[in-house]
């Protein structure tokens, strides 16, 4: 993960918070749940943002969250790409 | 229902009872306006019997959104097993909700290749665009509105993606003349709602449909930006939805309309647009009708809306059609005085009157049950 890539949702994905956790239904009708860090990234990645702005945008929003730390954002980031959640946009 | 003996409210105790006798429905309705210009607490629903009785009566009326949030910002004291079943039916309704939404993208992708361009209505719209958070406002169906002249075509397209019609045209012709919407069915019970207008009888025919298709507004969803009504007919919407659309409307109709209201303090606007729809008995109606029920604080609606003077003819059609809804009734008779084409009165009194054997069929009747109707 490159710091001036820039993250954003994988087209026709649709979601909802629900207690703490981000429900999310995928363009082929599945559904999936987010928990801790990944539910915070996602959310955060409602617009396209580079890991840094993920960061900025979680600890923001969510400032007693445990997940708003560097390592933990790309690993959410990680888990979301295999879930093919996420497109890469703007990457150098 | 459980007598409520252990329920205390916010209301009880400070006496702003609203004609509720049930403690429940108090707090329903506390519910209903909670989040848009209070924040305050509710109270507490004590014992599992009373709270799982509120959350039922909460997906009925649809605020099971509010009622689960409300409750996980410690506003309102469930009993630990009502609070869990509130989250169990918030969160069924809301994969329902993106099971709809992931389907209401694919119609429109199907209806945009057709050259058919829909506005989204009701749900998702008011969901995204008005709610501080979407997952307040949870909806059942589907509802998009076209043009007239492409409801039929509209209609043939989504039958070859596997949508059933309910009840066949009530006339050849009428659909896309006459008629409010034609619902459609999916094999996995998703239900669409193809509106031409946005309500049945008088007020569905005044409403000037092509000026919704030239200002619409835009709902972001998952990546593309589908056309809905704009800020100013949604507000007209949700008024007209509250008024005209059910004789028993639930509470989450008032709070959409409060919640318009609310952000939207002048009125000029709205009451301009109402004037071109001929509505605006309908607007202040339901202005009146959210400010006394959810004792939301919109001083220049109010004024407004008391300053409305309905005739007794408008008073009887909006009551007529509140109460008739898409049934046959006076209401209709009400409609086809509406109609300004003598061709155009002809041909609706006479799709009321003979509905085709297909329609009969299709709704399990017979001609001489509507014989003995009449």
């Known amino acids: 993960m490159t710091g001036r890539a820039r993250f954003q949702h994988a087209s026709g994905w649709v979601w909802r918070w629900c207690r703490g956790s981000v429900l999310c239904v995928g363009p082929d009708g599945a559904a999936t749940q987010l928990d801790g860090a990944a539910a915070l990234v996602w959310a955060a990645m409602e617009q396209p943002a580079t890991p840094a702005e993920l960061l900025e945008r979680a600890a923001e929003r969510w400032a007693e969250a445990p997940g708003a730390s560097e390592v933990l954002v790309a690993g959410a980031v990680d888990e979301l790409m295999r879930l093919d959640m996420v497109t890469v946009v703007d990457a150098p | 229902m459980t007598p409520p003996a252990s329920t205390t409210t916010r209301s009880e105790a400070d006496g702003a009872g609203r004609g509720d006798r049930d403690p429940i429905d108090r707090v329903l309705r506390d519910l209903a306006g909670w989040g848009l210009d209070s924040t305050g607490p509710i109270g507490e629903v004590a014992g599992e019997t009373p709270g799982l009785a509120l959350v039922e009566r909460a997906v009925e009326q649809r605020l099971i959104g509010v009622l689960a949030v409300a409750a996980d910002a410690g506003v309102i004291g469930l009993h630990p097993k009502a609070a869990e079943a509130a989250h169990d039916r918030h969160r069924a309704a809301l994969l329902w ?278």
């Open chain 2, 97 to 374: 909700c993106l099971n709809l939404e992931a389907r209401l993208l694919r119609v429109v992708e199907l209806l945009d290749g057709a050259q058919i361009h829909p506005l989204v209505l009701k749900g998702p719209a008011l969901a995204h665009l008005d709610e501080a958070d979407p997952s307040l406002r949870t909806f059942a169906d589907i509802d998009l509105l076209v043009r007239a002249t492409d409801l039929d075509r509209a209609v043939e397209v989504l039958a070859g993606f596997g949508a059933g019609r309910g009840p066949a045209e009530r006339r050849p012709g009428f659909d896309h003349r006459f008629a409010k919407s034609v619902t459609l069915r999916f094999a996995d019970g998703v239900e669409l709602d193809l509106h031409r207008s946005l309500s049945d009888g008088v007020h569905g025919f005044r409403v000037p449909l092509a000026r919704l298709f030239e200002s619409p507004g835009r709902l972001p969803l998952a990546g593309r930006t589908l056309a809905c009504l704009s800020g100013v007919h949604r507000t007209l919407h949700t008024a007209y939805h509250l008024v005209l659309g059910s004789p028993a409307p639930r509470l989450m109709s008032l709070r959409d309309l409060a919640n318009h209201l609310i952000q939207r303090p002048d009125p000029d606007e709205v009451v301009a647009e109402a004037r071109a729809w001929g509505g605006e008995v309908v607007l202040a109606t339901a202005v009146s009708r959210a400010v006394e029920s959810l004792a939301i604080d919109v001083p220049r609606w109010e004024r407004w809306a008391g300053s409305v003077r309905p005739t007794r003819r408008e008073a009887a059609i909006i009551e007529r059609q509140r109460v008739e809804g898409s049934g046959i009734g006076r209401g209709k008779i009400d409609a086809l005085r509406e109609l300004r084409s003598p061709r155009d009165r002809v041909a609706y009194g006479w799709a009321l009157m003979a509905p085709t054997a297909a329609h009969l069929r299709s709704r399990g009747l017979r001609r001489r049950d509507l014989a003995l109707a009449r």
